[in-house]
């Protein structure tokens, strides 16, 4: 089983730019897809992005494709997600997620994704 440590958040202006990082622990770790939700105050969590296994291809959530870049490095078992013009409907606790064995890596669903870490809070000011 991945367990996953996020870090980066921070409060940043509308239109600037943080990365994120989620160090992930587990011999699974290379052999799975990888994600990134959030949770906004007072909504339910949602899908970001998901990477697959080598980090070769992403799949995004609307609100941030264009914007947003999730990037794995398999040597050091870290996951980024790079947020570029950030609005302030982007503020919101991300987490970083593992894919169970054998998902689809174009997966936003919930129950294809692992266990939550404790997250890491993103908010932008206008």
């Known amino acids: ?27 699974t770790f290379n052999v799975v897809a990888m994600g990134w939700f959030r949770q906004a105050p007072g909504k339910e969590r949602e899908f970001v992005a998901s990477t697959d296994v080598r980090g070769l291809s992403a799949y ?8 947003f870049t999730i990037s794995r490095d ?14 302030p409907e982007d503020t919101a606790v991300y987490y970083c997620r593992a894919g169970r064995p054998g ?4 997966s936003n669903r919930n129950a ?11 908010t932008v000011s206008s």
């Open 1 to 27: 089983q991945v367990q996953t440590v996020e870090s980066g958040g921070g409060l940043v202006q509308a239109g600037d730019s943080l990365r994120l990082s989620c160090a992930a622990s587990g011999r």
């Open 60 to 67: 995004y959530a609307d609100s941030v494709r264009d914007r």
């Open 74 to 87: 398999n040597a050091k078992n870290t996951v980024y997600l790079q947020m570029n013009s950030l609005k």
């Open 103 to 106: 998902i689809n890596w174009a």
């Open 112 to 122: 294809d994704f692992g266990s939550w870490g404790q997250g890491t809070q993103v």
